[in-house]
C-alpha cells in the first residue's frame, strides 16, 4: 500500500499558508525578531520567531474559541489548510489525525502558574485543563473532523516527524484512509527558559551549519501533511504532491541534550529511510536539514552526511535560519518545505551562511537553484538522541 | 501474527489484594524497590524518580524474558515528567527566586524515560513515546503490534509510566473539585509497567486490542459479542475509578454480566497510564502468581477501558 501527500498546511513566522511559507523561502525573507521582551519571565533576551498575532486574532481566523492554548491555535490553522486542499470529506472514510508537540497547553498553564506562585488559592483552574499534549490533538481532531483515531506523540524536536512516520504506518496497515499529521507548538517561556539555561540559544540571527555558529533562535508554528491511501486518492482523483516513500526513526543513544560527533542517530535514520524506498544515496537531490545551528547539531548532522553520501553529496539547507526552530512542530513545519522544494524543483537558501564548518567542508544552499529533483529527505533530531528522517519522492 | 508477553515488571502501590485503599492522603503511591540493586548508584543520583521507576522496570523486565536488547523501545506517559516540569515552572514563575536548573528542564520532556533505556541499552533501536492523555498505553501497544507485525523488529519493550507529585495531587483535586466529579473517587495514582513483547510463544498470550471508532463502540461490543467466549474461566478487569465518570462503563456491564469483574483501580489508582498496570495484574494473575477468588484460575482476562467523549478500549490476553 502506499501513501500519499495530498495536501498541506503551514503557520510559522514567514507565514500563514504553505505559499506564503514558500514565497517568503524564495526570497530569502526570514521571521525572526530581534527581541523576546515581550513574553514574561525569562532571564534574558533572545531573537525569537514568533508569529505576529495575537491568540484572539489566530482564534477569529480559524473559528475557533480564543481560550485554546495557543499550540492548538497555530495547530488548527496549519491543520485547516491540509484537510481543505483535497476536499476529500473526511467522515467518509477511516480518519485520524496524528499530532507531535512539545510544550502542549503550556502557554496557559504558565498564565496560572503566574498568579498561583503568588498565591497557592488564586488562578482560574481552567487555565490547567488543556495542559496535556494530547488535548491539544483533541482540540484540533474535532475541528478537522479526523476524529476516528487521535493520537500525540512526544519525542521532544523530532515529534512531527516521528507523528507523520506513525501515521504513514497507520495508513500502509489499513487500519486508517486518511491522516492528518505534522507537529505544532508555541513559543512559551518554559522553553525559552529552558533552552537559555541549557547555554543552546543564540544571542544574535542563527547561522545553522555555519563555522561561527553559536546556537539556535527559538520559534513556533505548525505544520501538516494531509495523507491518504493510494485508493482513496484513485477513487477520488486527488491530486497527488509526493510519496511518503521511506521513513526511520533511530537512538543515537550517546547523550540525553547532545548527539554524538559522528552522528550514528542521523546516519541510521537517513539510511533506513533511503533503504526502505529502495533507492540509494546517490538517488537524494536535497536534504531539508535539522541544521538547529547549535555546535553540536549541526557537526553531528554534519559528520552522519559525509559517511553516508560518499559519492555524492546532495543539496542541503537549513530552514530554521528562517523560521527559528519550532521545536515538536519542525517535523512537519520541514515536511512541507521538503514536499514543497520537491514540487518546486528548487532547493531552499539557508540563510547567514559564510563559512563551513571545520572539517566537514559542507556548503548549505545559500540560493534558491532549480534542480531536477525525484528524492528529498527531512531530518528530524530531538532530545533523548531520538533521530527519525522521512523521504519524499515525485510520483 | 501470534504475539505474546514474554517478561513483565511493575512498579506500583499493589501490595497484595487484600489492600484496595488509598493511602491517608487519599492517593496511591508506589512502593519503590531497592533501585541501587537494578541500577548503577552513580547514574542514580542525577536521576528523577520517574526516570528512576521506568529504567529500574525496564531492565527487570529485559531480564525476566531473557532479552539482551530490543529493537524498539516504546513508552506512553499521560502526563510525562511531572515533578521536573512543576518544578521548573514553580521557579520560574517566582520573581524572587528565579533559580532555574537545566536538569529540571531537560528532564521535564516526556521522552525522557524512552530515551533514558535505549541510552542505557546502548542501543540504536526504534524510539517513541505516546502521549494521548488515557489512550497512551493503548496507543503505545498498538505501535509495538504494528511493528512486530511489519516485521520491521523481532521485539519490543513496551512500557507505561506517570508520576503522582505534590502539585498534581493539588492541582487535580482543585480540578475535581471545580467539575464537581470526586464523590466516590478511588483516588489518585501513579506507576510504572513494562513489558517485553513478541512472536515467542510464552504463557501470556496477546489476543487483541481494540481501539473503538465510534460513539456506539460498535467494534468491541462485537467482538465481546461474537467472538469471546465469556464461559471460558474469564476474568474482566474494568478502569472503574469511582464516581460518575463510571457511567460511561453501563452500557458494556449488560453485555458481559454476569462474567467475574475486577475494579482494577482500586489496587493503583487513577492515572492516564493505569491500563499498564492493569496489564501487568493480568499477566501475574494468569500465571497463577496472585488469585482473586471470584475467578481463581482465568483461561483469559479482558481489560475493558469506557471514558466519556473518548474511544473506548479493550485488550484481550489469555493464558497458553
Known amino acids: 500500500m ?21 514565497a517568503a523561502l524564495l526570497d530569502k525573507k526570514h521571521g525572526i525578531r530581534a527581541s523576546s521582551c515581550e513574553i514574561d519571565n525569562l532571564m534574558g533576551d533572545f531573537p525569537i520567531a514568533k508569529i505576529p498575532y495575537t491568540n484572539s486574532e489566530i482564534a477569529q481566523k480559524a473559528g ?194 547532545a548527539l554524538s560527533d ?11 529511510a533511503i533503504k526502505m524506498a529502495g533507492i540509494t544515496a546517490n538517488d537524494i537531490g536535497y536534504i531539508n536539514l535539522h541544521g538547529t545551528a547549535t555546535p553540536n547539531n549541526d557537526l553531528s548532522e554534519g559528520n552522519a552526511i559525509l559517511r553516508l553520501f560518499t559519492e555524492k553529496i546532495p543539496a542541503v539547507s537549513s530552514t530554521k535560519s528562517y523560521t527559528g526552530h519550532t521545536l515538536g512542530a519542525s517535523g512537519g513545519v520541514e515536511a512541507v518545505y521538503s514536499v514543497s522544494a520537491l514540487l518546486n524543483q528548487t532547493t531552499l537558501p539557508n540563510l547567514r551562511f559564510e563559512i563551513p564548518m571545520p572539517g566537514t567542508e559542507l556548503f548549505p544552499e545559500t540560493d534558491a537553484r532549480n534542480l531536477d529533483l525525484k528524492h528529498v529527505l527531512s531530518n528530524s533530531f530531538g532530545f533523548g538522541g531520538n533521530c527519525c528522517s522521512l523521504l519524499f519522492s515525485k510520483v | 501474527m501470534d504475539l505474546y508477553i514474554n517478561g513483565t515488571f511493575s512498579i506500583s502501590a499493589f501490595e497484595s489484594l487484600q489492600k484496595q485503599m488509598a493511602d491517608n492522603t487519599g492517593t496511591f503511591t508506589c512502593i519503590e524497590p531497592d533501585y541501587k540493586q537494578i541500577i548503577d548508584p552513580r547514574l542514580l543520583r542525577r536521576m528523577s524518580r520517574i526516570m528512576r521507576m521506568g529504567l529500574a522496570s525496564a531492565i527487570k523486565t529485559l531480564e525476566v524474558a531473557n532479552v539482551q536488547t530490543p529493537q524498539a523501545v516504546i513508552t506512553a506517559t499521560g502526563l ?24 529540571a528542564f531537560i528532564q521535564s520532556i516526556h521522552n525522557t524515560v524512552g530515551g533514558q533505556i535505549a541510552m542505557h541499552l546502548k542501543s540504536n533501536c526504534y524510539n517513541n513515546t505516546f502521549t494521548q492523555d488515557v489512550l497512551s498505553f493503548e496507543h503505545a501497544l498498538l505501535d509495538t503490534i504494528m511493528l512486530l507485525e511489519e516485521g520491521a523488529v ?13 502539585l498534581k495531587h493539588e492541582l487535580s483535586s482543585r480540578l475535581n473539585k471545580a467539575q464537581k ?25 496477546l489476543e487483541t486490542l481494540i481501539l473503538s471508532q465510534d460513539a ?30 463510571d457511567e460511561a462503563y453501563k452500557h ?69
Open chain 2, 181 to 205: 466529579e470526586s464523590a466516590g473517587y478511588y483516588g489518585q495514582g501513579e506507576g510504572s509497567a513494562f513489558f517485553s513483547i513478541s512472536a515467542v510463544p510464552s504463557p501470556v498470550k
Open chain 2, 252 to 320: 458494556i456491564e449488560e453485555i458481559i454480566k454476569p462474567t467475574a469483574t475486577i475494579e482494577y483501580k482500586k489496587y493503583c489508582g487513577d492515572y492516564p497510564t493505569s491500563s499498564s498496570f492493569a496489564v501487568w495484574l493480568a499477566c501475574v494473575v494468569l500465571q497463577q502468581k496472585v488469585i482473586f477468588t471470584v475467578m481463581p484460575q482465568p483461561k483469559q482476562i479482558i481489560i475493558y477501558h469506557a471514558y466519556p467523549y473518548r474511544p473506548h478500549t479493550l485488550i484481550h490476553l489469555s493464558v497458553c
Open chain 2, 80 to 103: 510525562g515528567c511531572l515533578d521536573d516540569t512543576g518544578n521548573f515552572l514553580v521557579k520560574m514563575c517566582d520573581p524572587e527566586n528565579r533559580m532555574m536548573n537545566p536538569t
Open chain 2, 154 to 166: 523481532e521485539s519490543v519493550l513496551l512500557g507505561g509510566i506517570d508520576e503522582l507529585t505534590e
Open chain 1, 64 to 257: 475557533v474559541p480564543p481560550s485554546w492554548p495557543r499550540t492548538a491555535l497555530l495547530g488548527v490553522i496549519a491543520a485547516q489548510e491540509a484537510s481543505a486542499a483535497s476536499g476529500l470529506d473526511f467522515t467518509k472514510y477511516r480518519s485520524g489525525f496524528i499530532s507531535g508537540t512539545t510544550v502542549g497547553g503550556m502557554d496557559s498553564t504558565e498564565n496560572f502558574f503566574y498568579s498561583y506562585s503568588k498565591n497557592k488559592n488564586s488562578g482560574h483552574i481552567s487555565q490547567i485543563v488543556n495542559h496535556e499534549c494530547g488535548r491539544i490533538s483533541h482540540l484540533i481532531a474535532g475541528n478537522i473532523h479526523a476524529n476516528d483515531f487521535v493520537t500525540t506523540l512526544n519525542t521532544a524536536c523530532s515529534s512531527a516527524a516521528n507523528a507523520i512516520a506513525f501515521a504513514t504506518r497507520m495508513i500502509k496497515s489499513g487500519r486508517l484512509e486518511i491522516a492528518v499529521a505534522g507537529g505544532t507548538d508555541a513559543i512559551t517561556a518554559f522553553t525559552l527558559n529552558g533552552f537559555n539555561t541549557l547555554l543552546l540559544l543564540d544571542d544574535e540571527l542563527c547561522r545553522p551549519f555555519d563555522a561561527r555558529r553559536k546556537g539556535l533562535n527559538l520559534g513556533e508554528g505548525a505544520g501538516y501533511l494531509l495523507l491518504v491511501s493510494e485508493e482513496i486518492t484513485r477513487q477520488n482523483n486527488c491530486l497527488i504532491l509526493a510519496e511518503v516513500s521511506g521513513y526511520a526513526n533511530a537512538s543515537d543513544s550517546f547523550h540525553q541534550t
Open chain 1, 2 to 22: 502506499r501513501v500519499f501527500v495530498a495536501g498541506m498546511g503551514v503557520f510559522t513566522a514567514i507565514g500563514e499558508s504553505c505559499a506564503g511559507n514558500m
Open chain 2, 216 to 245: 456506539k463502540q460498535t467494534d468491541i461490543t462485537d467482538y465481546i459479542s461474537n467472538q469471546l467466549d465469556l464461559t471460558e474461566n474469564t476474568l474482566i478487569f474494568t478502569g472503574k475509578c469511582g464516581g460518575n465518570r
Open chain 1, 262 to 272: 559522528q552522528g550514528n542517530g542521523p546516519y541510521l535514520a537517513m539510511e533506513r
